[in-house]
């Protein structure tokens, strides 16, 4: 089963648990429980406390899943929420491509099909091959980011997820369908300042 990065859908519920009060949310669905086959585990480093508009830092992400299957990953993921009330089209983000070992911006507007979204703090990059991380395995996902010198200031969340999405792919080389990752979601802050 596909593994997605997204909080929005979080968001979503919690909104229409708020909204189910006043009557407006949509009745109630018994939806079962994802079965979890393990967990992917990102731990970033080098993201520092503080920065300043225009300056650039470069950290990396390592990842690990710890299931029975290898996980097929096809692009990096990086995403941002910036101080309440503003947008994000003022951060540049790049990642060091494995595969030809140059940075690379993210793919948003240059044909890729990521789901890069400045506006939105979600930056993608799909290298449109398959990279395989076996289980118990540490990959290092290395990554630059760029402060605009217009960047609004204060403390901006950093989830640095490492990788887009994930399928799980069984020993015998088919997708596996009987579960999913259980997906960490830790962030990091960093402070802009003028």
Do not use: C
């Not at 519920?13 to 407006?24: F, K, M």
């Not at 899943?65 to 101080?83: E, I």
Request: hydrophobic share 35%; net charge positive; no cysteine.
């Amino acid at each position: 089963m596909k593994t997605r990065i997204r909080r929005s859908a979080g968001i979503l519920t919690a909104t229409l648990v708020s909204l189910a009060p006043l009557g407006l949310a949509a009745p109630a669905r018994a939806n079962p429980a994802p079965h979890f086959l393990g967990t992917f585990h990102p731990s970033t480093v080098g993201i520092p406390s503080t920065i300043r508009r225009g300056e650039t830092f470069q950290a990396h992400t390592w990842i690990m899943q710890d299931s029975k299957d290898t996980a097929v990953y096809t692009g990096f993921s990086l995403q941002f929420t910036p101080p309440a009330g503003e947008a994000t089209p003022t951060v540049q983000v790049s990642w060091l491509n494995p595969l030809t070992g140059h940075w690379q911006a993210e793919t948003f507007g240059t044909g890729g099909t990521g789901y890069t979204q400045p506006a939105f703090g979600h930056y993608d990059l799909e290298l449109r091959a398959n990279l395989k991380l076996p289980p118990k395995v540490w990959k290092r996902v290395d990554f630059q980011v760029k402060f605009g010198s217009t960047t609004p200031i204060g403390k901006w969340k950093v989830y640095a997820e490492g990788v887009n999405q994930i399928d799980l792919v069984t020993p015998s080389g088919a997708q596996e369908t009987k579960g999913q990752l259980n997906w960490l979601d830790p962030y990091t802050t960093v402070t802009v300042t003028r």
